[in-house]
Nanobody, 119 residues
Framework: QVQLVESGGGLVQAGGSLRLSCAASGLTFSRYAMGWFRQPPGKERERVAALHWSGSITRYKDSVNGRFTISRDNAKNTVYLRMNSLKPEDTAVYYC????????????WGQGTQVTVSS
């Protein structure tokens, strides 16, 4: 049974930082591309960052490029999202996802973690 469990969300002031973690189990982690998505209140879910299974290719949403960094530790079956210079518009539920197709489709999803950025 595949499980993805996010952690690290919370309330932070604008300009602050958070690091989200997503621990994966039940899959061969090193063979999966990993993505971070978010769903702001009242809006569609959107992808913010993706990391190829090789660890050498990344994709970022334009609005977070340069502020967010996705990384992975295959020894710990964990993917991270470092978020710096946070803005109120970054407020959302953040989800991690795993997939075997790059960069598009994701087969497994976590339950989400709330990130709230106050102005």
């Amino acid at each position: 049974q595949v499980q993805l469990v996010e952690s690290g969300g919370g309330l932070v002031q604008a300009g602050g930082s958070l690091r989200l973690s997503c621990a994966a189990s039940g899959l061969t982690f090193s063979r999966y591309a990993m993505g971070w998505f978010r769903q702001p209140p009242g809006k569609e879910r959107e992808r913010v960052a993706a990391l190829h299974w090789s660890g050498s290719i990344t994709r970022y949403k334009d609005s977070v490029n340069g502020r967010f960094t996705i990384s992975r530790d295959n020894a710990k079956n964990t993917v991270y999202l470092r978020m710096n210079s946070l803005k109120p518009e970054d407020t959302a539920v953040y989800y991690c996802a795993a997939g075997t197709n790059w960069p598009g489709q994701y087969e497994y999803w976590g339950q989400g973690t709330q990130v709230t950025v106050s102005s």
